[in-house]
């Protein structure tokens, strides 16, 4: 347990690494004390996931590249200026530390990890977050508000995806349905 007066504050994303293997369907805060790994193929938010600023969340590339939007699924993901809130990389190991535990055998590459997609539903908020690393999908974006949807998306920062797909349409944030 951390919090407590007596034990000294962890950096964010240093303590426990909790596997995402579930579906939200209850609203649900994720804590900048913990460290998410998303290890569910077709991860899907069905109700309201509030991620505090400093959090960092880790897509598995196999078991858990995606993260989308579903009935009245809405992410707040407001992070500040001093802790933004980072979507990276399994082999990110600068945010979070060796959670994939390789030591220096892999690094993060670009497509390391698919998207989050806001599906038609309405309501999120991204503001001071960090994408990394992701846009592994055929339209190659890391973060898509899809038609229909409404999200606010603000003082983000996208580094290190592709967001160039052959038709050259889409860029890591996709705002064009």
């Not at 995606?66 to 407001?78: C, D, K, Q, R």
Request: proline share 5%; with cysteine.
């Amino acid at each position: 347990f951390t919090g407590c007066d007596d034990e000294p504050e962890e950096t964010p994303g240093t303590g426990n690494v909790v596997i995402i293997e579930n579906n939200i369907t209850e609203p649900t805060t994720w804590y900048a004390d913990s460290l998410y790994l998303i290890k569910k193929y077709d991860f899907y938010v069905q109700n309201s996931l509030t991620i505090q600023p400093g959090t960092i969340i880790k897509f598995h590339p196999t078991a858990g590249p995606y993260m989308m939007l579903s009935g009245t699924g809405t992410v707040i993901a407001n992070g500040t200026d001093q802790l933004p809130i980072i979507f990276t990389s399994f082999k990110d190991d600068v945010h979070g530390g060796d959670t994939n535990k390789d030591g220096d055998a892999t690094s993060p590459a670009r497509k390391d990890w698919g998207f989050i997609c806001t599906n038609g539903a309405n309501g999120s908020s991204f503001k001071h977050c960090h994408f990394l690393y992701g846009g592994n999908y055929g339209y190659s974006y890391t973060l898509g508000i899809d038609a229909g949807s409404r999200a606010t998306v603000m003082n983000c920062t996208f580094a290190h995806n592709a967001g160039d797909d052959a038709s050259g349409w889409y860029g890591a944030l996709d705002c064009s349905s």
